[in-house]
């Protein structure tokens, strides 16, 4: 069965169809390459993993809250809407906003995918070209990851609006800078801080599993993104500067709303949309995860030199530029440390299960 097959919404076109018009770009001198930029790519390599296989998919997901999240942070809860639902109403509402965030994650995902091959043919440095091929296999990757958890849902939903533009520009925009602008610091930053956010608060192994792996390659990504436009951003001229913080202020706007507006879900549960939508809006949780949805976008704005003061009136204006002194590479170094904890409790729970197999071996040889 598709994905789409699990859409609770009818007239979902099958395919998106984002026409292309740039230019393709040879790298001829064939040289060293930036040495940040290469330990980056070489640490790509080293850092491939197997979804099928470093996942462990024989776990499942709670049939009530499927990645067993406080149900407090609910948009809803608490609203007199929540207070009218009965336990069953309350449950779908629970299942399908989880299902509704994971599929975001995963049309996230395949965006990410073509945005990265978008930058191999038209960056044109070859040791981006080099980093930028190895995130298209971790981007397939997490395509694969996503539409495995989500199928443990059974219920599934198609790209919001505002993910939508942001994608569609990030593709349609001729420059190669534009594309990482959308999708290595808007997009991603975005999505590390909501993967984060389940890794963390989430108690569903499986759920916590998939999105920590997630985030362990979604922190290269970003400081991939960082460190090509940190060097790219000082040649362009004043006015090429001001209209990238222009367009960053535009996408920070519109993605604002992008982790929170699950308007599908009232639509499909036959919820009155509009009044959901307003008491989500203003709802102290989603106050709070929109600023910390910004955690990591504000300080890689700053390093990579648009942090001109049109841009901080934004970050005021959202209450997120306590954020600028954060350090990304500290942030990177603690997403890479958590995944690894994941491999570590899972290679003790087989070690001492399997102990416990050879000990029933050995006692029944005993006995024998």
């Given at each position: ?43 790509g ?8 296989n ?62 990265a ?62 594309t ?69 202020t ?14 599908e ?46 841009i ?57």
């Open positions: 069965m598709s994905l789409r097959e699990l859409y609770p919404l009818p007239d979902i076109d099958p395919k998106w169809t984002v026409p292309q018009e740039f230019e393709a770009i040879f790298d001829w001198e064939f040289d060293e390459g930036r040495q940040t930029l290469m330990h980056l790519y070489q640490k390599k080293d850092m491939q993993w197997d979804a099928v470093r996942i462990d998919w024989s776990l499942d997901l709670d049939p009530e809250n499927p990645m067993e999240l406080p149900v407090e942070i609910g948009g809803l809860y608490g609203s007199p809407i929540w207070e009218k639902m009965s336990e069953k109403e309350r449950i779908e509402l629970v299942r399908h906003s989880q299902s509704w965030n994971i599929s975001q994650f995963l049309q996230g995902e395949q965006a990410a995918l073509l945005c091959a978008k930058i191999v043919q038209q960056v044109p440095d070859l040791d981006a070209k080099f980093y930028a091929a190895t995130q298209v296999m971790d981007e397939a990757r997490h395509v694969e990851a996503y539409r495995l958890l989500l199928k443990k849902f059974e219920i599934a939903y198609p790209m919001t609006t505002p993910l939508q533009e942001l994608v569609d520009q990030a593709l349609r925009d001729s420059r190669w800078d534009m990482y602008l959308a999708m290595q610091v808007v997009i991603e930053g975005l999505a590390l801080a909501a993967f984060g956010s389940i890794r963390d608060m989430a108690q569903n192994p499986l759920a916590k599993m998939v999105n920590a792996y997630v985030m362990e390659d979604e922190a290269r990504h970003v400081a991939f993104g960082r460190i090509s436009l940190r060097d790219y951003y000082p040649q362009l001229t004043q006015a090429e500067r001001n209209e990238r913080e222009e367009f960053l535009e996408a920070c706007w519109l993605m604002r709303g992008r982790m929170t507006d699950a308007r879900v009232y639509r499909a549960l036959d919820l009155p949309e509009e009044e959901c939508v307003e008491y989500s809006e203003n709802s102290e949780i989603v106050q709070l995860y929109r600023q910390m949805l910004f955690q990591r976008i504000v300080p890689i704005v700053k390093d990579i030199g648009l942090f001109g003061k049109g901080q009136k934004t970050f005021d204006e959202m209450g997120v530029m306590g954020y600028a002194d954060l350090d990304p590479e500290e942030l990177q170094k603690d997403d890479e440390a958590k995944a690894k904890e994941f491999d570590a409790r899972r290679a003790y729970v087989e070690a001492v299960a399997k102990a416990g197999q050879e000990g029933n071996v050995a006692a029944v040889g005993h006995a024998e």
